[in-house]
């Protein structure tokens, strides 16, 4: 029986009573893993998240959203780490927050740098595996190690590790008590290439082994590569909830920036002037090239294909944040 498709855009923004099993987010007749009940967050007078409901279940999720749209904030809430200011965040039938005995069940990836960098990668995680009291923490840190490939660094300082190395040690200190729900921060930040590919083929391994596996990211293309179901949110707000390729429809139907940082910026530039999916380009302080185009998907064709075909070396190629908050409030503000 194939599984029913919804897509849920929140009315001005604001989230009506829904049963659990129709929680946005949740594809219709499965149980959600983790329920969002009408939550929110202020610091004082600022309001990091404003009544949010959305529900995911088991597979992966992208929590999509740009920088600062309170992304941070809803997993910390969910991992116990932070308390909601009002409503109810509960995974596997209870809240995280007062009950350490979630932990078991339970992984986190955070945005931040929490490494020690006077330890080893193995160090690192064989610590994990002792406090989660597991057995054969030896043989738990090995099997953890080798799912992100990081078997032969495993023996050097954290602190001498790239950005990308330390993204990888930390998803396996996450793993290393095969925790049923993952929550990951932001986890392709800093990654190269490869390691991207790497990373996005264990998280779906994850969510089809049928772990609930939820993954923040400001990147609408990487999401695109890891996620069935997204929850989109903006300013603080549930933006949108539900299949990822009809609500991608909806953002693709505005116009998007990207800046691209690459070895011949000129050249490239006057590659993809000429293609039919660039509306205008420039270049920004740093040198790097910021394109429009009202074909989002096109462009994103066009500009490795470019790269190629003139010899050119592309290091980055994201989407602008300002650009993001635009496309993705429209979906409030409808």
Avoid at 145 to 154: P, R, S, Y
Wanted: proline share 6%.
């Amino acid at each position: 029986m194939s599984r029913q498709r919804r897509v849920f855009i929140p009315d001005n923004g604001h989230v009506a009573p829904l049963e659990r099993a129709n929680l946005p987010g949740v594809i219709a007749g499965r149980e959600p893993t983790i329920v969002v009940d009408h939550v929110s967050k202020w610091y004082g007078d600022v309001v990091a998240v404003s009544d949010v409901s959305f529900g995911v279940g088991p597979g992966v999720t992208g929590l999509l959203g740009p920088n600062g749209a309170g992304k941070s904030t809803i997993l910390k809430m969910m991992a116990g780490l932070l308390a909601a200011s009002s409503g109810e965040i509960t995974i596997l039938g209870g809240p995280a927050r007062g009950r350490p005995g979630v932990y078991k069940q339970l992984g986190l990836v955070p945005e931040q740098e929490s490494v020690y960098p006077y330890l080893s990668g193995r160090e690192f995680v064989r610590m994990n595996a002792i406090l989660q009291k597991l057995p054969d923490p030896a043989g738990a840190t090995e099997r953890a190690i080798g799912l992100v490939e990081m078997g032969d660094a495993a023996n050097r300082k954290m602190g001498g590790y790239s950005k990308g190395m330390r993204q990888r040690i930390k998803v396996a200190a996450c793993l290393v008590h095969d925790p049923q729900v993952v929550l990951m921060d932001e986890p392709l930040n800093g990654t190269d290439p490869v390691q991207r590919a790497g990373l996005i083929a264990l998280i779906r391994a994850l969510g089809r082994s049928g772990k609930t596996v939820l993954v923040s990211s400001h990147v609408l293309v990487e999401v695109e590569r890891f996620a069935e179901n997204i929850v989109v949110i903006v300013n603080g707000k549930l933006a949108a909830a539900g299949d990822f390729r009809a609500i991608r429809d909806k953002i693709d139907a505005h116009d998007h920036a990207v800046r691209i940082r690459t070895d011949q910026p000129r050249r490239l530039a006057a590659a993809l002037i000429a293609d039919p999916a660039t509306r205008a380009l420039r270049f920004d302080h740093e040198g790097r090239i910021v394109a429009e185009t009202d074909d989002v998907r096109a462009f994103y064709r066009a500009v490795p294909a470019a790269a190629k075909r003139y010899g050119i070396r592309l290091f980055e190629v994201q989407p602008d944040d300002e650009s993001l908050t635009s496309v993705f409030a429209y979906l409030v503000e409808r």
